[in-house]
C-alpha cells in the first residue's frame, strides 16, 4: 500500500469507526487495525487523533462544499440559490450516511464547537452560505437575524430530517425534500 493509500485507509477508517462507535469509542489502536496498518505507522500521518478528526473532517467538508456548488445558480434570484444549497445538502447526506455520522459527532463534540465558533465568529473569508445569507438580507429578502439564526433554522430541520430518514423514521423522497426545502425558505424569508 502506497503512502496516500495508507493515509487515506487511516482517514476511512477513522470515519467509519466514529460513525459507529463515537470518538471516544475509537482509539487509535483500533482505527490503525481497521485500516490495516500497524498501531505506529498511524502516527506518520496523523501526530494525533485530534489533528487525524479534524483533517477527516476537513476533507468531508470539502466534499459538501463541491456538491452545493457543483451547478450552483450563481445568477439566479436568492430562493433558487437557497433552495439548491438545501436540497444539495440533502442529497449527500442521503446518499452519504456514514459520512452524516461523522459530521453530526464532530458538529456535537468540543471539535464542532470550535470550528463553529470559528466560522461564526472569527472567519475572515466567507463561504458561499454566508454570502447567500448576507445577500438575501442585503436584498431585503431574509428576515432581520442573527447569523447562527439562519444556520440553525436552516441545518437543524434539514440535518434532524437526514438523521430521521436514516434511522428510517420517516422516508424522504424528492418531493418531501423539495417540500422540506421550501418549509426551510419560509422560516428565513420576510
Known amino acids: 500500500m502506497e503512502r496516500s493509500d495508507k493515509r487515506e485507509a487511516v482517514m476511512q477508517a477513522a470515519l467509519e469507526l466514529v460513525g459507529e462507535n463515537g470518538f471516544h469509542g475509537s482509539p487509535m489502536a483500533m482505527i490503525a487495525a481497521r485500516a490495516g496498518v500497524a498501531a505506529g505507522t498511524i502516527y506518520r500521518y496523523f501526530e494525533s487523533k485530534d489533528l487525524l478528526i479534524r483533517e477527516t473532517y476537513g476533507c468531508l467538508e470539502k466534499q459538501i462544499i463541491a456538491s452545493v456548488k457543483a451547478e450552483y445558480p450563481h445568477d439566479g434570484p436568492i430562493r433558487e440559490q437557497y433552495l439548491h444549497v438545501c436540497q444539495r445538502l440533502f442529497s449527500y447526506f442521503l446518499a452519504s450516511p456514514l459520512e452524516f455520522r461523522f459530521i453530526e459527532q464532530f458538529h456535537n463534540s468540543p471539535y464542532g464547537i470550535a470550528c463553529r465558533r470559528d466560522k ?4 475572515k473569508e466567507k463561504d ?13 429578502l431574509l428576515k432581520e437575524l442573527p447569523l447562527p439564526v439562519f444556520f440553525a433554522l436552516t441545518f437543524g430541520p434539514l440535518c434532524d430530517l437526514c438523521r430521521d430518514h436514516i434511522l428510517q423514521f420517516i422516508v424522504l423522497d424528492k418531493q418531501l425534500i423539495a ?4 418549509a426551510c425558505w419560509d422560516a428565513v424569508k420576510r
Open 120 to 123: 461564526m465568529i472569527g472567519k
Open 128 to 140: 458561499l452560505i454566508t454570502e447567500l445569507f448576507e445577500e438575501g438580507q442585503a436584498q431585503q
Open 179 to 182: 417540500r422540506t426545502a421550501e
